[in-house]
């Protein structure tokens, strides 16, 4: 009799438990935005992102997403004064860029409220710089040579990212994304980014 009773507990919780993975919402809109890290040249900016993402098993999410980047810092050029002499100065230069790509989402913990998850994925990046494409003077005397900065590059690359959102009761969630990308023209970006968005 223990033992029949132990197999209903167990039938019935697992049951139940299967019940509540598949009535959990499978969908999900997400924007998320915050300071950004152009790793490469140390400059901070903004990262803005609109996400689409669809749950093929309880632990793991197929995302879409689309984004934009902008960056703002200065770079030292050297010159040659009109006495002869070497000397430095800092110019201003703008990073913007738009990036999309997909990524593989999996869940460390997943519950009707709170959602704990990694991701690793691929990206696509276009960049443009304000910077002309040869900026200065960068001399080993007595030979001067050029620094060249590309005004616009497309890049691949790949991404991992860890988040957690908290989903309110009309659907909507909240939460915080912490961010980290590498791409083929050796740029490196850091985004910590607020979350919002919605399940269905």
């Known amino acids: 009799m223990k033992e029949f009773l132990l197999i209903l507990i167990l039938l019935v919780g697992g049951n139940l438990f299967a019940q ?11 924007v998320f935005f915050g300071p950004s890290q152009h790793g490469t040249d140390f400059v901070w900016g903004s990262a803005l992102t609109v996400a ?4 093929i098993h309880k632990k793991l999410q197929v995302i879409g997403f689309l984004g934009s980047t902008m960056h703002h810092g200065k770079v030292d050029v050297d010159f040659w004064t009109s006495s002869g002499q070497i000397d430095t ?17 999996f869940s460390f913990y997943r519950s009707s409220r709170h959602h704990l998850q990694g991701s690793l994925g691929t990206l696509f990046r276009y960049q443009t710089t304000s910077n002309p494409e040869v900026l200065g003077l960068f001399t080993t005397y007595p030979y001067p040579n050029f620094l060249n900065f590309p005004a616009r590059s497309s890049s691949f690359g790949g991404l991992a990212y860890i988040s957690y959102d908290y ?8 939460g915080a994304k912490a961010w980290l990308q590498y791409d083929s023209n050796d740029d490196a970006l850091n985004i910590f980014s607020l979350v919002i968005g919605k399940r269905f």
């Open 167 to 174: 989903t309110l009761k009309s659907g909507f969630l909240i």
């Open 52 to 55: 689409y993402s669809h749950a």
């Open 20 to 30: 509540d993975n598949d009535a959990l919402p499978k969908n999900s809109m997400q």
């Open 89 to 105: 100065a800092k110019v201003d230069f703008t990073n913007g860029g738009m990036q999309g790509g997909l990524a593989l989402g």
